[in-house]
């Protein structure tokens, strides 16, 4: 099991649990601090930075997969999600709450793994 943490330096650090006397791995990618994270899935994480963006992070392979959404430039102090995970809130110091649809990002996804599908299948002929 994997724990994620989010650094002042822009880094995501995972630590294995039970361990965390040293971080077993380092994801570099935010300009700025990582103030606020939830699991969206077992690979996926939602990040709020102090640059005002939210944004999707897959964990393990590590790779950036968009911004979700943006508070302009005010740092992202929290985000949440609903019970459902079909929405996410965030809340800055813009003095805004704001809600993102989660819906785009499953369908998202889903399309991804059928075009997988299908170029596999395209190269067993």
Known sequence: NKVVCGF???ILGIFTWDNFGDVSDRFPGHPNSV????????DIVLTGSSDGLI?????????LLGVLGEHEEFPIERIR?????????????DLAIKFWNLD??????????????????EGAE
Not at 35 to 42: F, P, Q, R
Not at 55 to 63: A, D, H, M, Q, T
């Open 8 to 10: 002042n330096s822009g």
């Open 35 to 42: 103030d606020a994270l939830v699991a969206l899935s077992d």
């Open 81 to 93: 999600l609903s019970r459902e995970n079909q929405l996410l809130g965030s809340c800055s110091h």
């Open 104 to 121: 785009n990002l499953f369908e998202e996804a889903s399309d991804d793994d059928d075009d997988e599908e299908e170029e596999e299948g």
């Open 55 to 63: 944004r999707v992070v897959n964990i393990l392979p590590n790779k």
